[in-house]
């Protein structure tokens, strides 16, 4: 397949287009370096690969690209609810109307996959995991800019979206603002934290578990379409309080408090069923334990806080 990926050199695209080209896929990367990574080069002597230096919300630019491809997925994205809110125009015109752009130029028959959030469900009722059924109530920019681009795309019938959980792990171009990721960071070299509203919940998933679920999508993509899908661990629906915990486990010198002066910014708080990607046939491979983990070690080598999207 010809698959071009926007935002390919990004922290999911940076795992996930070696895996496409791994595959045997003709892979085609446009991206705009907004954070001046570059992870994507040993990619180049693959003669499968092409890169393009641009920008999604080049319409001329995009219907190019469009034109030659047999399945788009949507990577580029102002991520996070804290880069959403420094650049809101950016976040807008790059989350939600350069999809839309993708839709308004794609042919029919022509695939689409993209990854959008499970922060969309907000905040869920305790308890009760949120399905794909459940209502969508963004508490941030972010949110609302990905639940707007993904109802553009199934409202076409023809298309796959995956509501990740807050993805966690080591990767090319690294993130570090992460919650996991930033975490262990603060564990391994502060030995501290300082928790805001520590019982607020979510669900976790491994980057490299992310790029097999578009595999996974791309091979099923007709029994899938029209559909989204939670894409997170069924066994980590978990506090602030229980990841710190699980931390410890790893790194038992790490200590973490609860304040009960102040609030989190980031007010989602849900748990999340999964039931329906595992449903389809799909299971993830890399554990929480097996992140912290492989993120203690990668710590080992990343000293420095460059790999954040603030």
């Known amino acids: 397949m010809k698959i071009l990926v926007t ?11 070696p895996h496409l080209l791994s595959q045997g896929h003709c892979v085609t990367v446009v991206d705009n370096l907004r954070y001046k990574q570059t992870p994507l080069l040993d990619c180049c002597a693959n003669s ?16 190019g690209l469009i034109s030659q491809a047999d399945i788009i997925i949507p990577l580029a994205a102002i991520v996070g609810a804290p880069a959403c809110n420094q650049d809101p125009m950016a976040a807008e015109s790059i989350n939600r109307d350069a999809v839309k752009l993708i839709e308004k130029l794609r042919s029919r028959q022509q695939r689409v996959l993209m990854p959008t959030t499970n922060s969309g469900y907000g905040i ?16 941030s ?6 639940v707007e681009a993904e109802t553009t795309l199934l409202n076409s019938g ?23 990721n930033d975490f262990v960071y603060r564990a391994m070299n502060d030995r501290a934290v300082i928790l805001f509203e520590a019982h607020f919940k979510r669900n976790y998933i491994h980057v490299r578990d992310v790029a097999r679920v578009f595999l996974h999508g791309i091979e099923h993509y007709d029994a899938m379409k029209g559909h989204p899908y ?15 915990e699980k931390i ?10 609860e304040s009960h002066i102040g609030e989190d910014p980031d007010k989602r708080d849900y748990i999340v069923s999964n039931e329906r990607i595992e449903r389809s046939g799909w299971h993830p491979q890399y554990s929480l334990d097996a992140g912290i983990k492989e993120l203690i070690k990668a710590f080992r080598i990343v000293h420095r806080n460059d790999f954040t999207n603030l």
Do not use: Q, W
Request: net charge neutral.
């Open 7 to 17: 935002g390919g050199a990004g922290y999911l695209g940076s795992l996930l287009v």
């Open 48 to 63: 499968n690969f092409e890169f393009t230096f641009g920008d999604v919300r080049n319409a001329s630019l995009m219907k």
């Open 124 to 139: 869920g009722t305790p308890g009760v995991p949120c399905t794909e059924e459940s209502p969508l109530r963004p508490v």
């Open 141 to 146: 920019l972010y949110g609302t800019s990905k």
């Open 158 to 180: 023809e298309a796959i979206t995956f509501r990740l959980a807050t993805v966690f792990g080591a990767a090319p171009r690294m993130r570090l603002d992460l919650l996991v």
């Open 230 to 244: 939670n894409v997170g661990l069924s066994d980590a629906n978990l506090s602030k309080l229980e990841l710190c």
């Open 248 to 257: 410890k486990g790893h790194i038992p010198e790490f200590v973490f408090h």
